[in-house]
C-alpha cells in the first residue's frame, strides 16, 4: 500500500488520475519516485485506462527534491539508487497512455523531472518552474536530456546551470509548457485534454508514443510499430471505418 501516492480510476470514465499526496510541499525523496513509478506500472497495464492525468493538489504539483534525504547519502549509497531513481522519475514517459501533468503552484527539481515525462503539461498562471538543483551541488538526474529534447541545449543549458525559475509566460515561450489556465482550472484542463483519449485507438497511441520516446532511433522504430499495427482489430475497424465514414467514425476496442 503506496503511503503518498494515489490512483483515482472513478473521476471519469476511462482516466486515471494518479495523485502525489505528500503535504505541505509533496517533496520527491526516493520513497515517493519508487510509489509513482509502481502506480504508473499498474496503470499502464489495465486496459481499462485509456489516458492519465498527473496530479498534485490545488496549491502544489511538487517543490522538488527532498534535500535533507540527499543530503544524508554517501557517494557509494548515491551511486547505488541513482539507477532506480532515474527509472522511477522518469516512468510518465514509459506509460502506453497519453499522459497530462496538471501543475499548480510549484513544479520544481524532480517535480518538474517527473512532469517533463509527461506528454502534456497544463499550469496555473500562479505557477513557478525550475531546476534548482545546481544550487545545492547537484544536477537534474532524469530531466536533462528529456528538458533539452524540448526546448532545446541552448535553453536548457541555461535552466538547468542558473538553476532560475521560469514564470508562466516565459514557459509557454520556450515550449516548456502547452497550455496556461486560471489556477482553480488546471485540473479540469488536464482531464479535458485526457478525454479526448478515451476512445482512441489504443494500440496506435501507445504506438506513437514508442517511437517518440525511441528518439534518435524513432526512424527505425516506426517501421517497425506501423507494420505491427496491420495485425490488431483496431487497424482492421479503423481503416474500414475510414473508407466508409471518413476520420472519426470509428469505435476502437483496444484489441
Not at 3 to 9: A, G, H, I, K, L
Not at 114 to 131: E, S
Not at 157 to 165: E, H, P, Q
Request: net charge negative; hydrophobic share 45%; charged share 25%.
Amino acid at each position: 500500500m503506496a503511503e503518498f501516492v494515489t490512483v483515482d480510476r472513478g473521476v471519469a470514465e476511462g482516466i486515471a488520475v494518479l495523485r502525489i499526496a505528500r503535504p505541505p510541499m509533496n517533496l520527491i525523496d526516493l520513497q515517493v519516485a519508487l510509489e509513482v513509478a509502481a502506480a504508473a506500472e499498474r496503470i499502464g497495464t489495465d486496459t481499462s485506462v485509456r489516458a492519465v492525468v498527473v496530479y498534485g493538489d490545488e496549491r502544489v504539483f511538487s517543490a522538488g527534491d527532498a534535500v535533507a534525504e540527499l543530503a544524508r547519502l554517501t557517494a557509494e549509497q548515491a551511486s547505488a539508487l541513482a539507477k532506480d531513481l532515474q527509472s522511477a522519475l522518469g516512468c510518465l514517459a514509459r506509460l502506453p497512455q497519453p499522459t497530462v501533468a496538471a501543475i499548480s503552484g510549484y513544479a520544481l527539481g524532480a517535480g518538474l523531472e517527473l512532469a517533463l515525462g509527461a506528454d502534456r503539461r497544463v499550469i496555473g498562471d500562479n505557477v513557478k518552474l525550475g531546476l534548482p538543483q545546481i544550487a545545492a551541488g547537484l544536477i537534474p538526474l532524469s530531466g536533462i536530456r528529456r528538458l533539452s529534447l524540448l526546448i532545446g541545449p541552448s535553453r536548457a543549458k541555461d535552466l538547468v546551470y542558473s538553476g532560475r525559475f521560469v514564470d508562466h509566460e516565459e514557459a509557454v515561450a520556450i515550449g516548456l509548457v502547452d497550455e496556461v489556465v486560471a489556477p482553480d482550472d488546471v485540473f479540469e484542463a488536464a482531464l479535458r485534454w485526457a478525454r479526448q483519449f478515451t476512445a482512441g485507438p489504443a494500440l496506435a497511441l501507445a504506438a506513437a508514443k514508442r517511437v517518440f520516446e525511441a528518439g534518435t532511433h524513432g526512424h527505425d522504430r516506426a517501421r517497425t510499430e506501423w507494420s505491427e499495427l496491420f495485425g490488431t482489430e483496431d487497424q482492421q475497424v479503423g481503416t474500414r471505418s475510414y473508407l466508409a465514414d471518413g476520420p472519426g467514425s470509428a469505435r476502437f476496442t483496444g484489441r
